[in-house]
């Protein structure tokens, strides 16, 4: 039951990564050299990933080993949200960057 679960975290960060860089499912698998079965397993929680193949893919998904196993998507201490915002920031396109800095501009008008 734990492996299971592990897997879906797993493969869940891998997806949000994968989104965030803009890259397909093929575009992914093409860049590991997986084919894209493998790829949807993987992000489906059916695979684990070969450790062989965790620096090419955390090179390709601009991120860090650790942030695959980073699974609180509620983490509220202050130094932390901060680092997080920032490396979403760091790997964001310029049109997702504009729409950040909009977001954030009206949010901080919003509370005012």
Known sequence: MVDK?????IGERIKFYRKLNNLT????AEAIDFNTKSISLLENGHNYI?????????SILKIHPYQLFIFDK????TENIHNDIQELLNIMDKK???LA??????L???SM
């Open 101 to 106: 800095y909009r977001l954030l501009y009206e």
């Open 25 to 28: 499912q093929e575009e992914l």
């Open 74 to 77: 509620r983490n509220t201490q």
């Open 5 to 9: 679960n592990f897997k879906k975290l």
């Open 96 to 98: 997702k960057l504009k």
């Open 108 to 110: 901080n008008e919003f």
């Open 50 to 58: 070969a450790l062989n193949k965790v620096p090419k893919l955390c």
